[in-house]
């Protein structure tokens, strides 16, 4: 039971920081490689704040969420839809915005470098995480708050993007985006607000880590990039339920694997897994069979 | 052929002649003069990471190598004039960027000596290099396999397993028996501790090992393992993980109700343990310098670092420190700064050893010994472990 627990806050982990990334990859189709150093950077700033001032779990929290919001709309302005602009279409601008996400996260990245010399960094807050302990089992505050947070947004992402209007001219962008705008969809504000919100949840993701933690590193972003990429293309590229059932999929075959104490072989089954599914599901657990028609 | 023509080609073959011989006379005195003495500028190339995953290492041991050129410029330790120019190469974090910047600085004929990269996975790879090519490099930190291998390849910081020993006498002292390890497999340095030498010194004491945990660079949750080493209730633990996987994991081993005593690596000095708070209180772990030691030496270290810099000295200056004065001992010892002057001058120091900020340094070959220090950290600082 402790095991699933600690999967549970592993998977909700993983599900906070891969959400940003999903909604942004499965709507308007922009494969963000800068989301892990918007994480980072997005509590990075908190720590910079909290380095004078101790501040309480909400403000710090609410200070990431605005900075990752404010770094993922500046990256759409100032990179990604430039890209698109010069673009012959979506699919030539792919491979681009790929290479353009790498290169726009190499900054934040080597600024916090430089600033902690590549030290670990974490809060300081006047928020103290306790331990709850019931039927035998312990869980601390913070790990509840990412559980529920997770849990909250993942099924919340997934009921608007599914039900929505909003949500369903996403979609529609996500499948052609030029028959979309035909359709009276405006493409650059709903990507600008999709990006916004993606950086958002990528802030949050990495307060509440940063909390979770005790401390990150500037890499520690970069890290999670892997996972999320493997999350979202296990649940199925355009399948926001795919994404939260992949995330604790993932997290509990990691947990499954260190509870056996084959704790260097945790990347190898966790990724060995996926690469099984994929080859007997290739669009992944919930991702849609592509059709063309010819 | 005309006299004029006979003429031309004459001067002109004396031109290529005279050419010839001052190319030669330059390239020997790249190598050192003409096969001895100090040259007026020496050039020594520091190969490290300046960015990075470990920046701190290579930051740190440029700040202690340039505290040691002032000294020895102004000491005049070389010879009247003499000056040492120290010639950054940022190696990043990457294997293959050491590699490259590594055979640029060897390709530099002006540079005579490296300070080699910090990490043992780059440092392995480019001490086969400095062999190949002749050029002496000292190596601070990297205290993995593979790299003291040839006679070009030094070692001023030694393998952490050297002095290792002193916290299972510690542990021993305070009455352990049983012991669990929780150890980043991945990481050379701890994977070599973790599987070899701590279950051997601890069964030379009489220990046992009842858990040995395995985790990779990227496990970044503790939780699990956490909860396993509650449960198993060790006497201590012996944790040797990175500096971000370190203040994770005290945190969750408190959240886990684990209360015993936990030791750790040198890699938790220079601060990098600040971030876990009052979680980190009473970790013990072997440094091979710390602002805490009272030798005459390392306390002259402190004071000039402190005066140059307005902040305490980390492990890594003082390798960085005492690297540049291994080599500064090395060019007075041979009394040639060619490299191979250097070499041979490295390996006469080696031989007899000597004190630098980390205390008395002595050699098993190319191979740096110390005592350390054993440390304990309490309210964000660094106290003489009793």
């Given at each position: 039971?402790?095991?699933?627990?600690?999967?549970?806050?592993?998977?909700s982990?993983?599900?906070?920081?891969?959400?940003?990334?999903?909604?942004?990859?499965?709507?308007?189709?922009?494969?963000?490689?800068?989301?892990?150093?918007?994480?980072?950077?997005?509590?990075?700033v908190?720590?910079?704040?909290?380095?004078?001032?101790?501040?309480?779990?909400?403000?710090v929290?609410?200070?990431?969420?605005?900075?990752g919001?404010?770094?993922?709309?500046?990256?759409?302005?100032?990179?990604?839809?430039?890209?698109?602009?010069?673009?012959?279409?979506?699919?030539?601008?792919?491979?681009?915005?790929?290479i353009?996400?790498?290169?726009?996260?190499?900054?934040?990245?080597?600024?916090?470098?430089?600033?902690?010399?590549?030290?670990?960094?974490?809060?300081?807050?006047?928020?103290?995480?306790?331990?709850i302990?019931?039927?035998?089992?312990?869980?601390t505050?913070?790990?509840?708050?990412?559980?529920?947070?997770?849990?909250?947004?993942?099924?919340?992402l997934?009921?608007?993007?599914r039900?929505?209007?909003?949500?369903?001219?996403?979609?529609?962008?996500?499948?052609?985006?030029?028959?979309?705008?035909?359709?009276?969809?405006?493409?650059?504000?709903?990507?600008?607000?999709?990006?916004?919100?993606?950086?958002?949840?990528?802030?949050?993701?990495?307060?509440?880590?940063?909390?979770?933690?005790?401390?990150?590193?500037?890499e520690?972003?970069?890290?999670?990039?892997?996972?999320?990429?493997?999350?979202?293309?296990?649940?199925?590229?355009?399948?926001?339920?795919g994404?939260?059932?992949?995330?604790?999929?993932?997290?509990?075959?990691?947990?499954?694997?260190?509870h056996?104490?084959?704790?260097?072989w945790?990347?190898a089954?966790?990724?060995?897994?996926?690469?099984?599914?994929?080859?007997?599901?290739?669009?992944?657990?919930?991702?849609?069979?592509?059709?063309?028609?010819? | 052929?005309?006299?004029?023509?006979?003429?031309?080609?004459?001067?002109?073959?004396?031109?290529?002649?005279?050419a010839?011989?001052a190319?030669?006379?330059?390239?020997?005195?790249?190598e050192?003069?003409?096969?001895g003495?100090?040259?007026?500028?020496?050039?020594?190339?520091q190969?490290?990471?300046?960015?990075?995953?470990?920046?701190?290492?290579?930051?740190?041991?440029?700040e202690?190598?340039?505290?040691?050129?002032?000294?020895?410029?102004?000491?005049?330790?070389?010879?009247?004039?003499v000056?040492?120019?120290?010639a950054?190469?940022d190696?990043?974090?990457?294997i293959?960027?050491?590699?490259?910047?590594?055979?640029?600085?060897?390709?530099?004929?002006?540079?005579?000596?490296?300070?080699?990269?910090a990490?043992?996975?780059?440092?392995?790879?480019?001490?086969?290099?400095?062999?190949?090519?002749?050029?002496?490099?000292?190596?601070?930190?990297?205290?993995?396999?593979?790299?003291?291998?040839?006679?070009?390849?030094?070692?001023?910081?030694?393998?952490?397993?050297?002095?290792?020993?002193?916290?299972?006498?510690?542990?021993?002292?305070?009455?352990?028996t049983?012991?669990?390890?929780?150890?980043?497999?991945?990481?050379?340095?701890?994977?070599?501790?973790?599987?070899?030498?701590?279950?051997?010194?601890?069964?030379?004491?009489?220990?046992?090992?009842?858990?040995?945990?395995p985790?990779?660079t990227?496990?970044?949750?503790?939780?699990?393992?956490?909860?396993?080493?509650?449960?198993?209730?060790?006497?201590?633990?012996?944790?040797?993980?990175?500096?971000p996987?370190?203040?994770?994991?005290?945190?969750?081993?408190?959240?886990?109700?684990?209360?015993?005593?936990?030791?750790?690596?040198?890699?938790?000095?220079?601060?990098?343990?600040?971030?876990?708070?009052?979680?980190?209180?009473?970790?013990?772990?072997?440094?091979p310098?710390?602002?805490?030691?009272?030798g005459?030496?390392?306390?002259?270290?402190?004071?000039a670092?402190?005066?140059?810099?307005?902040?305490?000295?980390?492990?890594?200056?003082?390798?960085?420190?005492?690297a540049?004065?291994?080599?500064?001992?090395?060019?007075?010892?041979?009394?040639?700064?060619?490299?191979?002057g250097i070499r041979?001058?490295?390996?006469?120091v080696?031989?007899?050893g000597?004190?630098?900020?980390?205390?008395?340094?002595?050699?098993?070959?190319n191979?740096?010994?110390?005592?350390g220090?054993?440390?304990?950290?309490?309210?964000?600082?660094?106290?003489?472990?009793?």
């Open positions: 039971m402790q095991n699933l627990l600690n999967a549970a806050t592993l998977g982990i993983y599900l906070l920081f891969a959400l940003g990334m999903a909604l942004v990859w499965g709507t308007i189709g922009i494969l963000n490689f800068a989301h892990g150093a918007t994480f980072m950077f997005s509590a990075f908190g720590h910079l704040v909290t380095r004078d001032t101790e501040l309480p779990f909400v403000a929290v609410l200070i990431a969420v605005l900075v919001a404010a770094i993922a709309a500046l990256i759409q302005l100032l990179a990604f839809r430039p890209i698109l602009k010069r673009s012959k279409n979506q699919h030539a601008a792919e491979m681009r915005i790929l353009g996400g790498i290169g726009v996260a190499a900054i934040p990245l080597a600024l916090a470098q430089h600033v902690t010399r590549s030290s670990p960094f974490g809060f300081r807050s006047s928020y103290d995480a306790e331990v302990q019931f039927l035998g089992l312990r869980l505050t913070t790990a509840a708050v990412v559980i529920v947070a997770g849990l909250a947004i993942g099924i919340g997934t009921v608007w993007v039900r929505s209007r909003q949500g369903l001219a996403l979609r529609a962008i996500g499948v052609d985006a030029e028959t979309a705008a035909g359709m009276g969809v405006n493409r650059t504000v709903l990507a600008f607000g999709t990006m916004a919100t993606a950086g958002a949840l990528a802030g949050l993701a990495g307060a509440l880590l940063t909390f979770q933690l005790g401390a990150i590193a500037p520690t972003g970069d890290q999670l990039l892997i996972k999320a990429f493997a999350v979202i293309v296990l649940g199925g590229l355009g399948s926001m339920a994404t939260v059932i992949g995330a604790y999929v993932l997290a509990g075959a990691e947990t499954l694997v260190l056996l104490n084959y704790g260097t945790v990347d089954v966790s990724f060995g897994l996926i690469f099984l599914i994929l080859l007997a599901r290739p669009q992944g657990l919930f991702g849609r069979k592509e059709v063309r028609r010819t | 052929m005309g006299s004029a023509a006979r003429t031309r080609r004459t001067l002109l073959a004396g031109l290529a002649a005279c010839v011989f190319t030669a006379a330059c390239g020997s005195s790249a050192g003069g003409s096969g003495g100090i040259q007026s500028t020496i050039k020594i190339a190969v490290q990471d300046q960015t990075g995953a470990i920046a701190y290492a290579g930051l740190g041991a440029s202690g190598a340039e505290l040691a050129i002032e000294e020895i410029d102004e000491q005049g330790f070389l010879g009247p004039g000056k040492v120019e120290l950054k190469y190696t990043a974090g990457e293959e960027r050491a590699s490259s910047e590594m055979t640029k600085a060897m390709g530099d004929r002006d540079v005579d000596v490296i300070i080699g990269p990490a043992t996975q780059q440092a392995a790879a480019v001490a086969p290099l400095v062999g190949r090519q002749k050029v002496p490099t000292v190596f601070t930190q990297a205290g993995g396999d593979g790299v003291v291998v040839n006679d070009y390849t030094f070692r001023a910081t030694p393998p952490m397993e050297s002095y290792y020993e002193q916290v299972l006498d510690h542990l021993k002292q305070k009455g352990a049983n012991i669990s390890v929780l150890y980043n497999a991945t990481f050379p340095t701890f994977a070599l501790l973790g599987e070899d030498a701590v279950p051997e010194m601890a069964k030379a004491r009489g220990m046992n090992i009842v858990q040995s945990l985790v990779q990227t496990t970044q949750d503790f939780a699990g393992q956490s909860q396993q080493i509650a449960q198993k209730r060790p006497d201590a633990l012996v944790m040797l993980l990175i500096a996987q370190s203040v994770t994991a005290l945190r969750q081993l408190k959240d886990a109700g684990y209360d015993n005593r936990i030791v750790a690596t040198s890699v938790q000095a220079a601060g990098n343990i600040a971030a876990a708070g009052a979680d980190a209180d009473g970790l013990v772990y072997p440094v310098f710390s602002t805490a030691m009272d005459e030496s390392s306390v002259a270290f402190t004071a670092f402190r005066e140059k810099y307005r902040k305490d000295p980390t492990p890594y200056a003082a390798d960085g420190y005492d540049m004065w291994f080599i500064a001992r090395a060019i007075k010892a041979s009394g040639d700064s060619s490299r191979e041979q001058g490295l390996a006469t080696a031989k007899e000597f004190t630098g900020a980390m205390g008395k340094l002595t050699f098993e070959g191979d740096a010994r110390i005592d220090a054993l440390v304990q950290w309490r309210d964000g600082k660094e106290t003489l472990a009793q």
